[in-house]
Structures are given as C-alpha cells and as structure tokens.
Nanobody, 125 residues
C-alpha cells in the first residue's frame, strides 16, 4: 500500500507564497505521475498540476500557469507545489495524488490511484 502525506498548507495574504510537499511511502512505489488537485467549499475536486515521475513533464491548469510550479525529488519520493502570487480564489483543500499508469487526460481525477488526506490553503484578501 502506498501512502501520500501532504504538508505545507496554511493561511497567507493575497500575493503571498506557500510551498506544499507530498511524500510517498510504502512497500513499493512506482508512479507514472504525481500531481495536485484542490477542492473549494461547495465545488468539485479540480486539477491543479501534474508531473511525470521519470521525465518530469509538467502540466498545469490554466488559472495557475505562471504562478505555480510543480517539481519532484525522485530520491525522496516527494513532489512539491510552489505557489506564488496567491489569490483568494486559490483557497481550497489541496490533495496530492499518484497515477500508476500513463493515462490521458492527466487532469481527470479518475486516473489517479492514490490520494493524500489533504491540506488546507487559505488566502485572505
């Protein structure tokens, strides 16, 4: 079984920055990609960003392009999400997810096999 543990959430003012981390652990871990989704109150879970584990190809939802950067540390089995120029509309619970096999589109939550417990990000105006 694979476990994903997020950290780094918190409260920040608009224009500020946060860095989320997601560490994978378990007996075996082999992911095609890892990514981030978010869910705001009353809304469905939405894609934010994904990175392929071996090559490092990145994908972003349009509203975060230029503000968020996803990266990974293969040795630490950890994926990061650097969030800059945060806006109140970025407020949500952020979830880390891992996809075992190559699937398309990567923005579809259905294709992710493992999920973290979520970390709250609150951006005040």
């Amino acid at each position: 079984q694979v476990q994903l543990v997020e950290s780094g959430g918190g409260m920040v003012q608009a224009g500020g920055s946060l860095r989320l981390s997601c560490a994978a652990s378990g007996r075996t871990f082999g992911a095609y990609a890892m990514g981030w989704f978010r869910q705001a109150p009353g809304k469905e879970r939405a894609f934010v960003s994904t990175i392929t584990w071996s090559v490092g190809i990145t994908y972003y939802e349009d509203s975060v392009k230029g503000r968020f950067t996803i990266s990974r540390d293969n040795a630490k089995k950890t994926v990061y999400l650097q969030m800059n120029s945060l806006k109140p509309e970025d407020t949500a619970v952020y979830y880390c997810a891992a996809m075992k096999k190559s699937s398309w589109p990567v923005s579809q939550p259905y294709y992710y096999d493992y999920w973290g417990q979520g970390t709250q990000v609150t951006v005040s105006s």
